[in-house]
């Protein structure tokens, strides 16, 4: 499955930088903040020129995945019917200096997967949020280089995870598949993961001793 447009949810920090790689990668790009795009034409124009600013409707319509880097206390600002049946990544993370508190969280046993709940229609995968936005840039080397940086992606559809995985691969990186949306939890801020920079064994490695540990934590039956 070859993806031509990349939308993006949120021209800030992570959105532009995801847009640049993209754009080097060959995709199509469009970006949406939350108001009119006339307001973030010359942004675009100057952090990831060759990016269309649109509509977050637009973006939801067009784009063959899209992409949520909005802070993540305005998770409910997503559109759910828009979101339905697309393929999306979803790039956010918990910072309660940033966020404010969230009991949300609370009930939900990861944040992708309290943007599931409120988006259930959506394909969604997790990835690129462990890695800074500027890295994004920094760290991209080309397929087979030795040593190239690794990102894992978690998702419950296959498709989406296929999907997720060349995506990454194209922006610069080395996709590891961490398997269902439940292990995005693996990859969350104060994870060894998020923490540290790895290659594709090093993510192999610690995403397997995230499992061990849940299953250890299991009651037995
Ligand atoms: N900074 C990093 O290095 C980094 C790395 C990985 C992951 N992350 C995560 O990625 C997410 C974005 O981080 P950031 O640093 O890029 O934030 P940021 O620079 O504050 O940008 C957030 C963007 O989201 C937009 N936005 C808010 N609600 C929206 C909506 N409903 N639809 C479309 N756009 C909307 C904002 O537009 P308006 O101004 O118009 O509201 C703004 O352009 C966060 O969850 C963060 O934790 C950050």
Redesign the pocket.
Known sequence: MTTQTIGI???????TGVARQALLAGYRVLI????DPK??DLIISVMAPGAKAAT?AQVMEEADLVVL????H?FR??DPAALAGKHVVD???Y?RD?NGDMPELEEAPSSSEMVLAHIPGALLAKS???????ELELDALPAGTPGRRALAVAADDDATRTMVLDFVERLGFDAVDAGDLSNGLAFEPNTPIFNGSYDKAGIAAELAAHLTAERELEPAV
Not at 32 to 35: H, K, N, R, V, Y
Not at 128 to 134: D, E, F, Q, R
């Open positions: 949810l949120g021209a800030g920090k992570v959105g949406a903040a939350s108001g307001n973030i977050a880097s909005v802070p993540l305005k600002t997503l790039t956010m993370n910072w940033t690129l949020n462990h890695i800074g936005y500027h």
